[in-house]
């Protein structure tokens, strides 16, 4: 019997604007220092941008953006016998959520110029169109996942 007691998942209230969940998240992983009325000014004026540019419902291209992002494989270093294997495993579904959250949050950081929610409005609508760093960023993990196949048999 462990002697820890079991984590419980804390529930996440739906954003005020969009009565989404994913967004009120990913607001949360666009926060710093506890600033949640600046991340949300940044990301519902990243998602305003996104309106008035592609004129499509921008709830639509945020989720379409999370899905071109978020990765299903990945690989993890397995020692055998003194040598280190990178091993592919299938990746957790609210892992695949919070590295798609991660990865599109870092490039449009790092984007050059501007405001932080021009350059989240940016690599959103990037990542929806198929295109951007953090898709890049998905394909490279498919790739490696897929160079180290032969190793899945050592899976945990």
């Not at 600033?35 to 004026?45: D, F, I, L, P, Q």
């Not at 379409?64 to 055998?80: F, G, H």
Request: charged share 30%.
């Amino acid at each position: 019997m462990p002697r820890r007691q079991r984590i419980t998942r804390r529930l996440i209230s739906p954003d005020p604007q969009y009565q989404s969940e994913g967004l009120a998240k990913f607001v949360n992983c666009v926060m710093l220092n506890g600033k949640r009325s600046t991340a949300e000014a940044v990301v519902y004026g990243a998602l305003e941008r996104i309106r008035r540019s592609q004129r499509r419902e921008p709830l639509e291209v945020f989720d379409l953006a999370m899905r071109n992002v978020t990765p299903i494989l990945e690989v993890k270093p397995k020692r055998v016998g003194g040598a280190t294997y990178q091993v592919p495993v299938e990746i957790r579904h609210d892992r695949r959520l919070a590295l798609a959250r991660r990865w599109i949050i870092r490039y449009a950081r790092s984007r050059h110029g501007r405001s932080m929610s021009d350059k989240l409005a940016a690599e959103l609508m990037d990542a929806s169109n198929g295109m951007g760093q953090a898709v890049k960023r998905k394909e490279d993990t498919h790739k490696m996942a897929e160079s180290n196949k032969a190793f899945s048999h050592f899976r945990y």
